[in-house]
């Protein structure tokens, strides 16, 4: 009876699934309502962006001050004002009535894929290998998911605490009255590798059906991400070049600008610019949705004046996505791109970064040369070639600094540049006190605040379901 509810749950989602509409190449195979059966019924269940393939973060971009927030929108005591303003007296608590989006969406993810591991074992019209890669996909998927939710709601990665520590509830079944334990940070990510490891085990294919499937490159690359948020660099290093064995192309940043050079250097043009960042971006290992929503094209968001000086000079991408803009009493750096953007995957980009990280920290006799290669041939596709230069490190300090600078800029708007922030914060070796003035006063946001652990939303603390959840933050 429970699995019944379960599956009815289900097929209000395939209704979403029929009614969506991406791209062709994405075509929904299930026609109909109905209680899944076969496996394509299942493996529709991955194809529906508004279900599984959002991630939601404004409030980590607010915190970041990578998101430019109006001054018409400070006026009021907000979650969002809190974060962004770095208001360490606010009870964020009591604010988070509202900004439910991250946690339900992640969790409606979650589910998805629950029911898919636990059901797509007996589906019809299958063979056991088609049914073991659509529950890698899965496999893969809400280990994604776990990885924000753990990097949102707790505090980071620690080995000496991690095994103490509370985390995010871990559930594991998709039946709508399963038992969820609030487990430790250990133990989260011990359930992350653990997922990732038996979807590579369980035959996830390098090409996968569509973009919208992880395919083994994506596993590869998430597994780098995991370990160096674990400060395992030896073996984040090692997961990142298998991801860079799948595919390791860099898409090139300056052809675009030279492209669509006439538009890019006229000032008063805000025409919106085709974003190359969609679902056939050669970089892309899995497409995931961020703070945009699926299925149509949005606008690039718009970042702050401080935030834009922090994009090294010549940069091709930063010049082909914003633009100084006045309006009122905001100024910002308004997004000039339009269409598609891959905030919440996994792309090659990225890999190049952690690669680069992992090679500065495992340097011996602080020889950085081959850091710095990798992080150059990143910055050799994006910084304008009359601007170009390799560059050079002497200090493990400054090969960190540099490769945070790109990896920061590159990321811009998923959640990965506030993970390394929590990170670099708890190593303390290279944490950052941030600053800014706003209406002539200064504002701090210290590395050891409060303010990096987000806490959970009114409706998962008074609604547990069948479990308990306890705040990791005080306010």
Request: proline letters at 4%; hydrophobic letters at 35%.
């Amino acid at each position: 009876m429970k699995l019944m509810k379960q599956l009815i749950y289900t097929c209000v989602l395939m209704c979403c699934v029929m009614c969506s509409s991406c791209n062709d190449y994405l075509d929904i195979v299930p026609k109909g309502n109905k209680i899944p059966t076969t496996l394509a019924d299942y493996e529709a269940l991955l194809r529906d962006e508004y279900t599984i393939g959002q991630t939601p973060i404004s409030n980590a971009l607010y915190l970041l001050n990578d998101y430019y927030v109006t001054v018409s929108n400070l006026n009021s005591p907000t979650l969002t004002r809190a974060n962004y303003m770095w208001d360490e007296t606010a009870d964020r608590i009591l604010l988070n009535n509202a900004d439910e989006s991250t946690y339900y969406q992640l969790y409606a993810a979650i589910s998805s894929c629950n029911l898919i591991i636990e059901n797509v074992p007996s589906a019809t019209e299958a063979t056991d290998a088609e049914r073991a890669e659509v529950i890698a996909y899965a496999k893969v998927i809400r280990s994604l998911c776990y990885f924000v939710l753990a990097n949102y709601y707790a505090d980071t990665y620690d080995a000496a605490t991690a095994g103490e520590k509370r985390s995010v509830p871990l559930i594991t079944s998709a039946n709508i009255n399963a038992p969820s334990q609030q487990v430790t940070i250990q133990a989260i990510y011990d359930f992350i590798i653990q997922g990732v490891q038996e979807a590579i085990g369980e035959g996830l294919p390098e090409q996968s059906m569509t973009v919208l499937h992880p395919n083994l490159g994506a596993a590869y690359a998430l597994l780098a991400r995991v370990y160096l948020q674990m400060q395992n660099y030896s073996e984040a290093l090692s997961y990142a070049n298998l991801a860079l064995g799948q595919n390791d192309q860099l898409y090139d940043w300056n052809a675009y600008y030279d492209e669509h050079r006439s538009t890019i250097e006229n000032p008063e043009d805000y025409t919106g610019l085709p974003t190359p960042t969609d679902y056939s971006y050669v970089e892309n290992y899995y497409f995931r949705c961020g703070n945009g929503s699926p299925n149509y094209t949005t606008n690039e968001l718009n970042i702050p004046v401080e935030r834009a000086e922090r994009f090294e000079e010549g940069d091709a991408r930063f010049l082909s996505r914003w633009k100084l803009y006045s309006q009122n009493q905001d100024t910002y750096y308004r997004g000039v791109g339009n269409g598609y953007f891959n905030w919440g995957g996994l792309t090659t980009t990225e890999v190049y970064l952690i690669k680069a990280e992992c090679q500065a920290r495992l340097a011996q006799g602080g020889d950085f040369t081959e850091a710095m290669n990798t992080l150059n041939a990143v910055r050799q596709t994006r910084i304008r070639p009359e601007v170009y230069q390799p560059l050079t490190a002497s200090t493990l300090t400054e090969a960190i600094e540099l490769i945070r600078r790109t990896k920061d800029n590159e990321l811009i708007f998923s959640i990965v540049p506030f993970a390394d922030a929590r990170r670099f914060n708890q190593e303390g070796t290279y944490a950052r006190t941030m600053t800014k003035t706003y209406e002539g006063e200064t504002y701090t946001l210290r590395p050891d605040s409060h303010l990096w652990t987000m806490p959970f939303p009114a409706g998962a603390i008074n609604n547990p379901g069948n479990g308990s959840i306890q705040q990791n933050v005080s306010k």
